[in-house]
Nanobody, 123 residues
């Protein structure tokens, strides 16, 4: 129900913007929308999220380089990733939840997930 796009192969230092939109609809009545990532051989980790009410959250290690934003007209959520590093290589997932959102940094708080988009950063 969520569709991500924008992944690809880039070089270290490059920027990339990921997009996420619910298939066939816009993001309305969602308690939270977030991005997670999973690198090869590692657990899924929180990247950034919106909580209903205008609250924005980031992983501490990424807040200086990544920006989550939202186009309220087209109903798309973006993740702008700057100064990419090889350690940013991962599958990036968009997640959303209808109704009140639980712990924003925990994946189990989200009921809807995209298929993921692969970001590969070469050194």
């Amino acid at each position: 129900q969520l569709v991500e796009s924008g992944g690809g192969l880039v070089q270290a230092g490059d920027s990339l913007r990921l997009s996420c939109a619910p298939s066939g609809r816009t993001f309305t009545n969602y308690g939270g929308i977030g991005w997670f990532r999973q690198a090869p051989g590692k657990e899924r980790e929180f990247v950034a999220a919106f909580r209903k009410g205008g609250f924005t959250y980031y992983a501490d290690s990424l807040k200086d380089r990544f920006i989550i934003s939202r186009d309220n007209v087209e109903g798309t959520v973006y993740l702008q990733m700057n100064s990419l590093k090889p350690e940013d290589t991962a599958v990036y997932y968009c997640a959303a939840h209808r109704g009140p959102l639980g712990t924003v940094r925990t994946g189990t708080s989200y009921g809807y997930w995209g298929q993921g988009t692969l970001v590969t950063v070469s050194s």
